[in-house]
Nanobody
Framework: QPQLVESGGGLVQPGGSLTLSCAASGVGLDYNAIFWFRQAPGKNREAVSCVSASGTNTHSADSMKGRFIIARDSDNNTGYLQMNDLTAEDTAVYYC????????????????????WGKGTPVNVSS
């Protein structure tokens, strides 16, 4: 059964950093772009960042550019989201997701019609 499992969330102080992981099992990611989404309390889910199947291209929402770095490790079938300079506004449940694509260099957070979701990992930015 294909599944994605996020980890690495937790409590972090403002200005701190956190790295989330997304481990895939039962599915190869060679032809899948990896996306990260987040949903803050009382708000809609929003796309944060994505990395292409090839790992060569990334795309992030404007508010995350320069602070969040997305990456993938194809050998270990895992995606990562490094989050820096966190603020209380970054408090949310973070989800990873995948979208299959034959264009291995493609990803676009404005077109996140993903197919497989993880269950999420909570991130709480608070002093």
């Amino acid at each position: 059964q294909p599944q994605l499992v996020e980890s690495g969330g937790g409590l972090v102080q403002p200005g701190g950093s956190l790295t989330l992981s997304c481990a895939a099992s039962g599915v190869g990611l060679d032809y899948n772009a990896i996306f990260w989404f987040r949903q803050a309390p009382g708000k809609n889910r929003e796309a944060v960042s994505c990395v292409s199947a090839s790992g060569t291209n990334t795309h992030s929402a404007d508010s995350m550019k320069g602070r969040f770095i997305i990456a993938r490790d194809s050998d270990n079938n895992t995606g990562y989201l490094q989050m820096n300079d966190l603020t209380a506004e970054d408090t949310a449940v973070y989800y990873c997701a995948t979208k299959s694509t034959f264009v291995r260099t493609w990803c676009d957070v404005r077109s996140p019609s993903v197919e497989l979701w993880g269950k999420g990992t909570p991130v709480n930015v608070s002093s």
